[in-house]
């Protein structure tokens, strides 16, 4: 079992930049790909980026790449993601994941926090 936290999120104005964090506990000895979703009040939630157990494999959504990035620790069982240039449309619940499988955009891991409000507004 594994539970994911996440924290970091809050207002910022456009242009602004944030970092998310997730912090694992449970099963920490297991290699867990991580991941970030996020979600709007009356759409799908989608998928922002994910990484693999190690570190050394990311990937993102293509709208995001170049503004968005994730990262990891597990040492301190920590995922990070780091949002640049922040829009008024990235604006929604984001979401820690985290699976045995890599994760990806159309299979999200089975562990999910319970998200952190990022709100892009002036």
């Known amino acids: 079992q594994v539970q994911l936290v996440e924290s970091g999120g809050g207002h910022v104005q456009p242009g602004g930049s944030l970092r998310l964090a997730c912090q694992l506990s449970?099963?920490?000895?297991?290699?867990?790909?991580m991941g970030w979703f996020r979600q709007t009040p009356g759409k799908e939630r989608e998928f922002v980026a994910a990484?693999?157990?190690?570190?050394?494999?990311?990937y993102y959504a293509g709208s995001l790449k170049g503004r968005f990035t994730i990262s990891r620790d597990n040492h301190k069982n920590m995922a990070y993601l780091q949002m640049n240039n922040l829009k008024v449309e990235d604006t929604a619940v984001y979401y820690c994941?985290?699976?045995?499988?890599?994760?990806?955009?159309?299979?999200?891991?089975?562990?999910w926090g319970q998200g952190t409000q990022v709100t892009v507004s002036s």
């Open positions: 994941n985290a699976g045995r499988q890599m994760v990806a955009a159309g299979r999200p891991g089975d562990s």
């Open positions: 990484i693999s157990w190690g570190g050394g494999n990311d």
């Open positions: 449970g099963s920490t000895f297991t290699s867990y790909s």
